[in-house]
């Protein structure tokens, strides 16, 4: 087997693992099960990009997360569309567009750049997560 044929092996393989994660991330955000949800989410992870914010630490997400998925806040998550950035063993990089529903009728969809990692649990969780400008995901090709 050539290392081209290697590679698309490996590639394959990581889209699988980036769309398990997606629909699992979908599911749980949906269905507002928080423990399996921030299972998903490493401890260490960054999100960048969020208006009004420099960063945001699992801490301050999970809490967020955690009033929100009580209070009924979030009608829905979803994500459409996968382009691989980078890929190597134990990490996997790629873009998607997310859109949130939330239960008073209003609808938000944007780029994410998602970073997942293996950890030593052998589970995938994402490490950093950095939200799109609208020209950004536009250039990317993810949305009109």
Not at 17 to 36: D, P, V
Not at 55 to 60: E, V
Not at 124 to 140: A, C, F, G, I
Request: glycine share 6%.
């Amino acid at each position: 087997m050539s290392q081209d044929q290697d590679q698309k092996i490996a590639d394959n393989e990581a889209i699988a693992i980036a769309q398990k994660w997606l629909e699992a991330s979908a599911k749980t955000a949906t269905n507002r099960q928080f423990e399996e949800h921030f299972n998903l989410i490493s401890k260490k992870v960054v999100v960048k990009g969020v208006p009004d914010y420099d960063s945001i630490s699992y801490d301050d997400w999970a809490r967020q997360s955690e009033q929100e998925f009580k209070d009924g806040v979030l009608e829905s998550v979803g994500y459409e569309g996968l382009k691989m950035v980078a890929t190597n063993d134990h990490q996997i990089m790629f873009k998607t567009v997310e859109t949130v529903c939330a239960s008073d009728g209003t609808r938000r969809a944007h780029g994410v750049e998602i970073l997942l990692s293996l950890e030593e649990d052998g589970v995938w969780r994402v490490t950093q997560e950095r939200v799109q400008t609208d020209d950004e995901s536009r250039h990317d090709g993810l949305m009109m």
